[in-house]
């Protein structure tokens, strides 16, 4: 079984938001950029299934500028055999990114296909349920565990819910996207870090796949939260209560 994973090259988590002074966008010029947190859990799972003996191949996906090659390549670092990438400078939406990767699995046949569950930078949380929607497949969201049973050719996977864990059996081909708590990921190992240069990373453009890539949403302003008060130091519980009771108008 060939397991595909989607990979976002997103601002680094560690990395403090800068807004645009046209307030168009975040700046991301001379920033330091990185794997989607949640891509690399999805990868991770990948890479797992794959020494259990449940998949033969792990292909990365990621769509979007030439830089993107350097979040391919991290994740043939971690291990994945294989990588595409489809070039596309302008910003991407979730439904033109589901869009391409229905197009791919079309041309891949993959039994699996593994998605964080949102990316970091606008965390829309919907590319996933929308690549499933587009190729009728059923979905697991929000998984915090996966199994797999090759002979039933099923997926079991327990989703993070607010009630607690909701575990729901999927006919494979299946697409699953992935929570905090499915794993912890690997960090590349300098020896695959030069074995990954030599792996082939396949490129398309939308055109080659057939697919438009058009938004019907557009971004008006981009703003930074308001910045928070300074807290007030109280010298005594009457005080306090005063407060709570005059300025909160909590009790």
Known sequence: MKIMVAV???????????????????????????MNPF?????????????????????????????????LRTGLAMGADRGI???????????????????????EKPGLF???????????????????????????????????????QVATVDREV???????????????????????PRYATLPNIMKAKSKVIKKYTPGDLNVEMKSDLEVLQVTEPPKRKAGVIISSVDELIDKLKDEARVI
């Open 162 to 184: 607010d009630g607690g864990i909701e575990t729901v059996l999927l006919d494979l081909p299946a697409v699953i996207t992935t929570d905090l708590r499915l794993n912890q």
């Open 8 to 34: 976002k090259r997103v601002v680094d988590y560690a990395v403090k938001i800068r807004v645009k002074p046209d307030k168009t966008g975040v700046e991301t010029k001379n920033v330091k950029m990185s």
């Open 85 to 107: 990438h489809v070039e596309f400078q302008d910003g991407l939406n979730p439904l033109s990114v589901a869009k391409v990767l229905r197009a791919l699995v079309e041309a």
């Open 39 to 71: 891509c690399e859990i999805a990868l991770e799972e990948a890479l797992r299934i794959r020494e259990s003996g449940l998949a033969s191949e792990v292909v990365a996906v990621s769509i979007g500028p030439a830089q993107c090659v350097d979040t």
């Open 114 to 152: 593994i998605l964080g569950k949102q990316a970091i930078d606008d965390d829309c949380n919907q590319t996933g349920q929308m690549l499933a929607g587009l190729l009728k497949w059923p979905q697991g969201t929000f998984a915090s565990k996966v199994t797999l049973d090759k002979e039933k």
